[in-house]
C-alpha cells in the first residue's frame, strides 16, 4: 500500500503513541495532522495490515485514509494499530487501556467477528465508541459504544428472500457446506422463509471434501430412472450404465424439480463445481439465489455460462452511476491507481462517519473526547455513504444491499441502497 505523505508528516507529534503501541509490537500510521481551533480528535483503526489477512486490512485502510484526504481539515487524525486477528482478550485490553491514556476519542475495527467480544468489555469499560466492520449484528452484543456498518450474511439472505417472495418464487431449496457457516445461513433462510410466507422444499449439506454432488442432487431432485424404458439394454452397456454410475445417463432425461428457486452457498471452488455439475444433469430452468461471493468479475466472466439468471446481493458497485459513487471511484482510482472495492468502500464511509461524529463533538461538551464523539454518534440518524443511506438503529447503521441479476453476462441492478428507503425488519 503507497503511504500518501500527510501520515509521515506527523511523525514526530505521536511519539507517545508510537511508543504505547509499539508495546503490542504494531505499526502506526496517522491518517490527517491538520489542527484546527477546535483541537485535533484521534481515532485509532485497529486492524491487520501485515500477515495472512493483511490485504483484506489494507484495502479497507485505504479507505479510511482516503476518507482523511478528503476531509484534511477536519482537524481529525487516523492512527492505525496492526492488530493481528489471533490478539486475544489480554492485547485487546491493554490497547483499550492505552487508548484511554491517550485519550482516543473512537476506534475502527475489529475486521473479524471473532475478536468483537472483547471489543464489546473494553468499549463500554473505558467508554471508546467502536464502529465496527465486522459482518455481525450488534445484537448479539451488550456494549452501547459499539456500533456496526458492515454487510452481515442475514442481511444478504434477506434481500435475496425478499426479490423471491416479490417475484411469486414460492417454493425453494438449498444447498449449502456443512460447516457453522453454512449451517448459520441454512437458519436465515429458514427464518425468511416463514417471514415472507415461502416454502423451504429440500435442502442437502455437503462435506467439505466433496467434489461430485450427484448425492446431493439426489436429495433435492428426482432422477429419473433411465433404466426402466427411457434407454435401451445395448445403450446401458454402451455407457457403461449401473444404478450408481455418475455416466448413467441422467442428463438424457429431465429430473423431477419440486421447487422454483435454488440457493447455491460455498466458496468460489465449491461454487464453479456445484454450478456446473447442476448443468451437467440437466437441473436447469429454475432461479438461482446466491451471496456476495458471486460478484467477482473474474468468476462471473469465467462461470457466467453455468450461472445466467443468478441473483445475489452486496454492499457496493464499482460502476454504479449513482454520482456519490462515482465520484468517488474517480477520485479513488486517480489516487491509488486503483478502482476501490467493498472493503475500501465501508472504510471511507466508517473513516466519514468518525470524522462527522468529530466535528459534531467539537470541544464545546467540556467532556471527554470518547464521551462526545459517543454522543454525536447516536445523533447521525441518517448517512448518505458510498455504500448507500444508512439509518442508525440500535447503534446499527442500517441500509438496503444492491440486488443483482447476471442477464446475458451483464450484471442488472434489481434493487440499488440509493433508491429505496430501508425499512428495519
Do not use: W
Amino acid at each position: 500500500m503507497r503511504v500518501p505523505r500527510l501520515i509521515i508528516i506527523v511523525f514526530a507529534i505521536v511519539f507517545t503513541s508510537i511508543f504505547l503501541f509499539n508495546l503490542f509490537n504494531k505499526e502506526v500510521y496517522a491518517g490527517n495532522s491538520t489542527q484546527t481551533g477546535q483541537g485535533q480528535v484521534k481515532i485509532a483503526v485497529a486492524l491487520p495490515v501485515s500477515g495472512t489477512y493483511g490485504f483484506f486490512g489494507k484495502q479497507f485502510v485505504n479507505g479510511v485514509i482516503f476518507s482523511a484526504k478528503q476531509n484534511k481539515n477536519s482537524g481529525v487524525k487516523f492512527l492505525l494499530v496492526n492488530l493481528s486477528p489471533q490478539a486475544g482478550r489480554n492485547v485487546i485490553k491493554n490497547m483499550f487501556r492505552s487508548f484511554k491514556q491517550e485519550n482516543i476519542a473512537g476506534v475502527i475495527g475489529p475486521l473479524f467477528s471473532s475478536q468483537l467480544s472483547y471489543f464489546t468489555r473494553y468499549s463500554s469499560k473505558y467508554k471508546i465508541p467502536v464502529i465496527s466492520p465486522a459482518p455481525v449484528k450488534n445484537s448479539h452484543y451488550d456494549s452501547p459504544y459499539l456500533f456496526n456498518y458492515g454487510m452481515t450474511e442475514k442481511d444478504q439472505v434477506k434481500a435475496d428472500m425478499r426479490y423471491a417472495k416479490d417475484k411469486g418464487i414460492d417454493f425453494i431449496s438449498a444447498i449449502y457446506p456443512d460447516n457453522a457457516y453454512g449451517n448459520k445461513i441454512a437458519s436465515y433462510l429458514n427464518r425468511y422463509a416463514g417471514k415472507y410466507g415461502l416454502t423451504i422444499q429440500n435442502t442437502t449439506a455437503y462435506a467439505g471434501k466433496t467434489v461430485d454432488f450427484f448425492y446431493n442432487f439426489s436429495s433435492i431432485v428426482t432422477f429419473q430412472n433411465t433404466g426402466s424404458g427411457n434407454m435401451t439394454k445395448a445403450q446401458e452397456q454402451e455407457l457403461g450404465v449401473t444404478p450408481y454410475n455418475l455416466m448413467h445417463g441422467i442428463t438424457k432425461a429431465k429430473p423431477q424439480i419440486p421447487f422454483d428457486g435454488l440457493f447455491v452457498i460455498g466458496s468460489a471452488d465449491k461454487l464453479k463445481l456445484i454450478l456446473t455439475q447442476l448443468v451437467y444433469y440437466n437441473i436447469t430452468g429454475i432461479h438461482l439465489f446466491g451471496l456476495s461471493d458471486f460478484d467477482s468479475p473474474h468468476f462471473l466472466g469465467k462461470y457466467g455460462f453455468y450461472m445466467q439468471g443468478v441473483v445475489f446481493p452486496n454492499g457496493f458497485f464499482v460502476h454504479s452511476g449513482n454520482m456519490v459513487v462515482k465520484d468517488f471511484v474517480s477520485k479513488y482510482l486517480k489516487y491509488y491507481g486503483h478502482k476501490p472495492n467493498i472493503l475500501s468502500a465501508e472504510g471511507y464511509d466508517i473513516g466519514d462517519i468518525m470524522i462527522k461524529a468529530a466535528l459534531l463533538a467539537g470541544n464545546s461538551q467540556r467532556q471527554p473526547e470518547g464521551r462526545s464523539v459517543y454522543k454525536s454518534l447516536l445523533n447521525i440518524k441518517v448517512f448518505k455513504g458510498v455504500c448507500g443511506i444508512s439509518r442508525l438503529f440500535a447503534n446499527t447503521f442500517k441500509k438496503s444491499l444492491y440486488l443483482f441479476r447476471l442477464e446475458n453476462n451483464t450484471i442488472v441492478i434489481l434493487n440499488s441502497p440509493f433508491s429505496n428507503h430501508y425499512k428495519p425488519a
